[in-house]
């Protein structure tokens, strides 16, 4: 037994022995292995880089022609040249915060409802289907949005609010369906289950022990939730509504299909409306002067600038409050 | 005295922790050498030392002098990738890859370095698995997932996976840490069986296994070697204060 | 007593607008889902696969082109995107810590939030406008420049889970870092990180904003990458907002076809990332 064993092991030596010439190139590989995978890693950066310096260069031309007028003044009209972008910030900027405003308290209201109150399979039924209408493609909910939503808003709702709001500027004109309220709801639509995911994150990361602390003093489950879960969360839960609202502002499917893409200022909300990257859409593919390009790719500046304010500000909070919830407490 | 691994003077820090102190000592070839102390006392840092997993740690510095064969560990011509082949290393826990089969862990060494011939595969597999005794339960089973192991089967594959690399010391940090009684006592022996052909070091926060597995003990305290010399001494008759207050129970 | 009283319809009205918000929130779902299903199985027919787009005025026809240049876009943007994002999530991962590492995640969470149109605009002046024409060699650049981000933050995730004594054993055995990386780590986390690799494919699959400056769309086949290309997500797009009913069921029963692709891309991640 022994000797057959010695004698097997001579043939694990030679086989030890195949290795033993590769050993040598071992850390100059690694060396290389660094380096290759650095430079991947490092491609996402020069990738960012590149985006920002594209889109600062192309826009030259416009910015150096327009200067601020480019912000203040609303004419847009490739034919005469002459290029403001204030209906569209007006219109991204409001679609926008409105959308917020409807989906922020529907959103919390169920992150609530799905971590405080539902029973635990009614909650994961539910935030799995919230994830669901995550994976939706923008198109989707703009088809959904011109060919039904729209048409409902149309005959239905804006008839009623012109019938009983129509003297106030929000609800003056003619019911068009595509409009600024179209593009809000289905903004706030697609932004809800943003909202209501991190929101949820954040509320499943509240200790027990806070619960449990609320309830033994007495507190009813709304007082709990008023003392214990939503200081404990506010912050996660609005670094949520930031990153929806960087969603928001970028969203360009499902918005182009249903605002109507009329470059004008109006505060009601029948009115179609346009947004920046709608207005790029439309007519980036089709611009014929270098200077209606280079208009729209000062757009697109502005909208890559504003976005990046908000991820990164997003960022941070949601980045300070797992990372503290992680360390175990605030 | 020329031992087959030798400390001299060697340190080793962790930014400004100051973890293993200026301990010189010998290891013998084809004995084992225990190295008791409290926990937090250095012994796994020094042991880690030995095959350069400190390399991997940026703030870990490895100070003084290792020689292995008569040989500086740390000398720049030193490849580490290499001499962890010569220096084989058992963990305290368990850890075959989950991904692979038993046969493919046993001959993990090989296969991810190279492809290899089937038949000499075959045979480092069956005899790997006979020293550490694990042929008899495993040998119908072989393509199986190596995790539907128990945790003693674990432990003894990982040994067959350090062996089956022909290294010359095995380095073992408490192997048996979390294993059961009567497992414990297989890797016991397989310890005793397996130092006629390798050098091995074992970290142990037991003082029975120490005593029982070992021909040689070190005892650390505080990042130092407090005494080292053969473990009947060590245990009966130990020169320092220190040592005997640990060995009896009395700190640690 | 009447303090109890009080604090008990406030506790209940409060669970009440919480159930209530769960409602409306789930009514635009679940008519989104209805319509989707009613329009969109009345409107498919195996011609929907097979036919491309007839001329206006003609009914019937299909997408097939759309679905042939989405798969091929999909297919380019993965050979250029993982690679990125795999082997740069290894190096996150194994060369953990610096103020590199911290660089590239910040870039990469950025860059997943930037709006994809801006990234059509950014490959068309990169690709389109010095190859002086729209083509789906830029459309996949532009998809790619979307995958990238989120397959390194969900790779890395999964290799972060991969515990550091696996990686110890094999280092200990005398593999070298690189091999113990792709051969050990990426291998045990390979559940977790096809599981990203598919989500990643599905947030492509539906993405059309890239596509508008760079692919184009095509009314007809075209397998030339250096040629405009048709993608279903276009085709939905511009024949939901044609005036032609004809055009409107093609356009229901494409959103179905993109929807259940997604989905089936979906629920298949998880049921992998389950298993694991």
Known sequence: MLQQSSLTMKNVAIAGEEIESQKSRGSNADRIFRIVTASFAGAVLVILLIMVYEMVMQSVPSITKFHWDFLTKSSWDAVQGEFGALPFLYGSVVSSALAILVATPLSVGTALFITEIAPKSVGNITASLIELLAAIPSVIYGLWGVLVMAPWLQKTVQPWLVDHFGSTPFFSGAPYGVSMMAGVLILAIMIVPIITSISREVLLAVPQSQREAAIALGATKWEMIRMAVLPYGRSGVFGGVILGLGRAIGETMAVTMVIGNTPQISLSLLAPAYTMPSVIANEFAEATSNLHSSALMEVGLLLLIVTLIINVFARLLIWKVTKGAKGGGV | ?252 | MQGMTVRHIKNHAARAIMLIATLILLTPLCLIFFHLLKMGFSSLSLDFFTQIPKPTGESGGGMANGIFGSSLLILFASLLGLPIGVLGAVYLTEFNGGRFATTIRFSADVLAGVPSIITGMVAYSLLVLPMKGFSALAGAVALSLIMIPIVLRTTEEQLKMVPGTLREASLALGVPLWRTSLKVILVSARKGVITGILLAVARIAGESAPLLFTALGNQFWSRNLTEPIAALPLQIFSFAIAPYEEWHRLAWAGALVLVVTMFTLNLGARLIGRRS
């Open chain 2, 1 to 252: 005295m020329n031992g087959k691994v030798t400390l001299e003077n060697m340190s080793v820090h962790f930014g400004n922790n100051h973890a293993v102190k200026n301990v010189s000592m010998d290891f013998a070839a084809h004995s084992v050498t225990a190295i008791i102390g409290p926990s937090g006392c250095g012994k796994s840092t020094l042991l880690r030392s030995l095959n350069r997993m400190h390399d991997l740690v940026p703030s870990a510095k490895v100070s003084g002098t290792i020689l292995v064969d008569g040989k500086n560990l740390y000398d720049r011509s030193i490849d580490p990738v290499a001499i962890r082949r010569k220096i084989g290393m058992v963990f305290q826990k368990p850890n075959p890859f989950p991904a692979m089969s038993i046969y493919d862990n046993v001959v993990a060494g090989y296969k991810l370095n190279s492809r290899m011939n089937r038949a000499v595969a075959d045979e480092i597999v069956e005899t790997c698995l006979k020293r550490v005794a694990l042929w008899d339960e495993v040998k119908d089973r072989l393509k199986s997932s190596a995790m539907d192991l128990s945790g003693g089967q674990q432990q003894r594959l990982c040994i067959a996976r350090t062996i089956a690399v022909q290294p010359e010391v095995i380095l073992m940090d408490e192997p048996c840490s979390a294993l059961d009684p009567i497992a414990t006592l297989k890797i016991e022996e397989l310890i005793e069986e397996l130092k006629e052909r390798f050098t091995i070091i074992i970290v142990t926060h037991n003082m029975q296994q120490a005593a029982r597995v070992s021909d040689s003990t070190a005892f650390m305290y505080m990042g130092e070697l407090v005494e080292n010399g053969a473990t009947k001494k060590i245990f009966t008759t130990p020169e320092k204060k220190q040592t005997e207050d640990y060995i009896t129970g009395r700190f640690g």
